[in-house]
T-cell receptor, first 107, second 114 residues
Framework: DAKTTQPNSMESNEEEPVHLPCNHS???????IHWYRQLPSQGPEYVIH???SNVNNRMASLAIAEDRKSSTLILHRATLRDAAVYYC????????FGTGTSLTVIP | DADVTQTPRNRITKTGKRIMLECSQT?????MYWYRQDPGLGLRLIYY???????NKGEISDGYSVSRQAQAKFSLSLESAIPNQTALYFC?????????????FGPGTRLTVL
């Protein structure tokens, strides 16, 4: 069971970068790291995933540590619409969303 | 139109009543899931189905049953609702052959059991 640890909450000012950390020290070599977010009153939505290399898409960037024991989701310019709960999930735990990190964006 | 729909969106019922929550998807995915979300506890998996003939219990299946009527439909039933089943329920789908193997969630059903 690859457990993850995320801070319960974080704050960011609008238009500033946000780095959301996740520790997954027991992850296996074949597990991807998936990130989802859940906007208020909505179901979770996929954000990004990666295995070893850093990944970018239109929503965010994912930086994965060389030893793969941690990763960081990067929102380059936080907007009010990014206020959500962010979940970090290894592939083998893809059905276990935990409590994630609640991101507050301050105008 | 939404790819994953859930009905009803809100439901208030009484203890002991039988309740069915329905989920439909137009994504053509074989895999479907039911989760419940309680404040402070995150999402927990109730049941999942990898195809029409496959049903599996999740982390918290007691008190629930499911039916996979077709590839596109997956229903969750509470045979005799109790107050601690008050929660937000989400249906999700996925395609393991998809590019990202991500899950797609419906908008949720808020269930209150009095």
């Amino acid at each position: 069971d690859a457990k993850t640890t995320q801070p319960n909450s974080m704050e960011s000012n609008e238009e500033e970068p946000v780095h959301l950390p996740c520790n997954h020290s027991t992850i296996s070599g074949t597990d991807y790291i998936h990130w989802y977010r859940q906007l208020p009153s909505q179901g979770p939505e996929y954000v990004i995933h990666g295995l070893t290399s850093n990944v970018n898409n239109r929503m965010a960037s994912l930086a994965i540590a060389e030893d793969r024991k941690s990763s960081t989701l990067i929102l380059h310019r936080a907007t009010l619409r990014d206020a959500a709960v962010y979940y970090c999930i290894p592939t083998r735990n893809q059905f276990y969303f935990g409590t994630g990190t609640s991101l507050t964006v301050i105008p | 139109d939404a790819d994953v729909t859930q009905t009803p969106r809100n439901r208030i019922t009484k203890t002991g009543k039988r309740i069915m929550l329905e989920c439909s998807q137009t994504k053509g995915h074989d895999r479907m899931y039911w989760y419940r979300q309680d404040p402070g506890l995150g999402l927990r998996l109730i049941y999942y189905s990898f195809d029409v003939k496959d049903i599996n219990k999740g982390e918290i299946s007691d008190g629930y049953s499911v039916s996979r009527q077709a590839q596109a439909k997956f229903s969750l039933s509470l045979e005799s609702a109790i107050p601690n089943q008050t929660a937000l329920y989400f249906c999700a789908t996925s395609d393991p052959a998809g590019r990202y193997n991500e899950q797609f969630f419906g908008p949720g059903t808020r269930l209150t059991v009095l």
